[in-house]
């Protein structure tokens, strides 16, 4: 399954440079997201995440009020084309100890997937194939 059919139907929502962290963190915790990219002008230059906030904002003792979020982003974040395969991007997550990856498609922003979004779709498979394997051993007949 490529990575951008986990996301497609869901609404991305993307803060902008010049928005204060206070502004983007309470947009977070609205929509319940852990991470969001960082625009300018339309075209991703990063990314923001829970970490970001606290290891540079919180840790720094940085007011969220006036501290706009291009300050403590992560730029030039990694990002997977459409149709990375759902697994490469759980090995990506994990290999470099991500939780969030951003779609792009050249420099289009498509959307987010988080590691919980990765493990359901995981965990969804596994119950399939388990639910599959029963039916056939309760279909065989004993000899």
Do not use: W
């Amino acid at each position: 399954m490529h990575i951008y059919d986990l996301i497609k139907t869901q609404e991305m929502y993307g803060a902008e440079v010049n928005q204060t962290v206070l502004e983007v963190a309470r947009t977070m915790v609205a929509r319940n997201i852990g991470a969001v990219p960082v625009l300018r002008e339309g075209l991703l230059v990063g990314i923001f995440s829970e970490r970001d906030l606290m290891g540079r904002v919180v840790a720094e003792g940085r007011d969220p009020r006036t501290t706009r979020v291009e300050e403590v982003m992560t730029e030039g974040p990694l990002t997977v084309m459409p149709t990375e395969t759902v697994e490469n991007c759980m090995l990506l997550m994990r290999r470099h100890g991500f939780r969030h990856l951003l779609i792009c498609e050249g420099k289009q922003l498509l959307g987010i997937v988080s590691l919980r979004d990765v493990l359901l779709h995981d965990l969804s498979e596994k119950d399939h194939e388990v639910r599959m394997m029963r039916a056939y051993i309760q279909a065989t007949p004993e000899m």
